[in-house]
């Protein structure tokens, strides 16, 4: 099968150390990434400026999330801790203790009333964000957890580990659903549609599956990356995906068919996430290089269909335009 290839489109360059995880606002107007700098920073992503530097972990922040209409945020990290930001002001409200080991992923629901978090502990803890009230301690791996997410709603949640499955979790209940068997390697991350019926998993094995949650079957094996796929994303309907590999590429997915619909190649370092607006329309990665890049991933889509329908391939050379952060505000 022919494929469009893409070079690239806007880098965000602000971070001093690599950058693990990125999330976006439902309409993409609002991005925040995670790095090994110890801190995270919020985005304006038609401009490509940085909006705030949220500082204040003592180690690695390896995963990041933002609410739906982007007024809440959250941040996970190796201190064992989860911060509760106000997006807008960039205000520190609340640190959130339960884990005994590294916190590596976190994710909230669209209205930032519900968040998870997951840890080399073994557990997930699901969360009242405005009273930093412990819900449920949500346990069933057996090894480091290393991935969340959440549904729209905030009541169904996914997670990801190093014992090779994903489990799917009530989070009203704290009890798991299913657990999900089919890769053969750790399993870095997971991602949910809006409603929570359709699952992706990104894993070691080179590999994403999507699945159905309400009966636990494996939809599809996605193959496409050359390497170890770090990230994973779905737009609110499901119908696209978006993985993130250390192949240096990210890659646009079909849900349905399991079918490329384009590969996205910045010219950066590995792949370490990625995430995808809920219309699918804008997309966003993160690089052990210390940057994010931007993509427009509907006029990718577009392009990537026109070239197909022609049966050829067009060789787009495009320069990333650069932004350099000199101050934050």
């Not at 919020?42 to 490509?48: F, V």
């Not at 909006?51 to 999330?65: D, F, P, Q, S, W």
């Not at 959440?150 to 090779?164: E, H, P, T």
Request: hydrophobic share 35%.
């Amino acid at each position: 099968m022919q494929q469009y290839e893409r070079k690239g489109l806007l880098k965000l360059k602000g971070h001093t150390d690599w950058v693990n995880c990125c999330a976006l606002s439902a309409d993409g107007n609002i991005g925040i990434s995670a790095s090994d700098d110890k801190s995270c920073i919020l985005w304006n992503t038609g401009e490509g400026k940085v909006l705030r530097r949220l500082t204040g972990h003592g180690n690695r922040v390896y995963g990041c999330a933002i609410s739906g209409d982007g007024k809440v945020a959250m941040s996970a990290s190796w201190d064992k801790t989860a911060i509760i930001w106000n997006a807008v002001s960039g205000k520190q409200l609340r640190t959130l203790y339960g884990h005994k080991q590294r916190v590596f992923a976190c994710a909230l629901s669209f209205d930032g009333k519900i968040g998870l978090t997951a840890s080399a502990d073994c557990t997930l803890i699901v969360w009242d964000i405005a009273k930093g009230r412990i819900l449920h301690r949500l346990r069933g791996h057996t090894r480091f957890v290393y991935g969340c997410a959440l549904s729209k709603d905030g009541k169904v949640a996914m997670s990801a580990s190093w014992d090779k499955t994903c489990i799917i979790w009530d989070t009203e209940k704290g009890k798991p659903l299913w657990s999900l068997r089919g890769h053969t390697d750790y399993v870095r991350t997971c991602a949910l549609s809006a409603d929570g019926a359709i699952g992706m998993s990104a894993s070691f094995d080179n590999t994403c599956i999507t699945w159905d949650t309400a009966t636990g079957r494996m939809m599809k094996k996605l193959r496409g990356h050359k390497d170890q796929v770090f990230g994973c994303s779905l737009s609110a309907d499901g119908k696209i995906a978006m993985s993130a590999s250390t192949d240096k590429t990210c890659i646009l997915w079909d849900t349905k068919k399991g079918s490329i619909l384009c590969r996205l190649e910045g010219k950066a370092g590995d792949v370490q996430g990625c995430a995808l607006s809920a219309d699918s329309n804008i997309g966003i990665s993160a690089h052990t290089d210390k940057i994010c890049i931007l993509w427009d991933t509907e006029k990718e889509m577009k392009n990537a269909e026109m070239v197909t329908r022609r049966g050829g391939i067009v060789d787009v050379g495009i320069s990333c335009e650069v932004c350099q952060v000199c101050s934050i505000s």
